[in-house]
């Protein structure tokens, strides 16, 4: 059994700031823990913009505070998501998001993530394994 708390990874390599700025991740469970998934806590900050394509995973989205516009940059379609909506990138489309305020969401990614990756200049995460 693994128990865990927000607190307690903060400002360790489970604690990741983007390097665009925009966002910051506490990784609760990761791929070395070997379970298929991994779970995040995301921070999207207001006003900004960040377009990603997980071309190597799927993610599920559920926003838990503020509001952002969520763009589909495959078919242009826009829907604003809130606290208690849930997004789900099963086609691995290419999409942007606009946090009108600080959006906070929980992500769940399969495969699971390893805590390294960052998005590359195309907004997709490299595929990293664990290795052992």
Known sequence: MIVRSLDSIEDTDRHVRAASGTW??????LARERVGFSLH????????ETSMWYANHIEAVLCTE????????ETGEVHTIGPGTMYLLDGHERHTLRPVTDFRCVCVF?????GREDHDEHGVYPLITEEG
């Open 24 to 29: 910051e991740s506490k990784r609760l469970v």
């Open 41 to 48: 806590e995301t921070v999207l900050y207001a006003g900004t």
């Open 66 to 73: 503020g509001t952002a516009e969520l763009t589909n940059d």
């Open 110 to 114: 399969n495969p699971p993530v390893t």
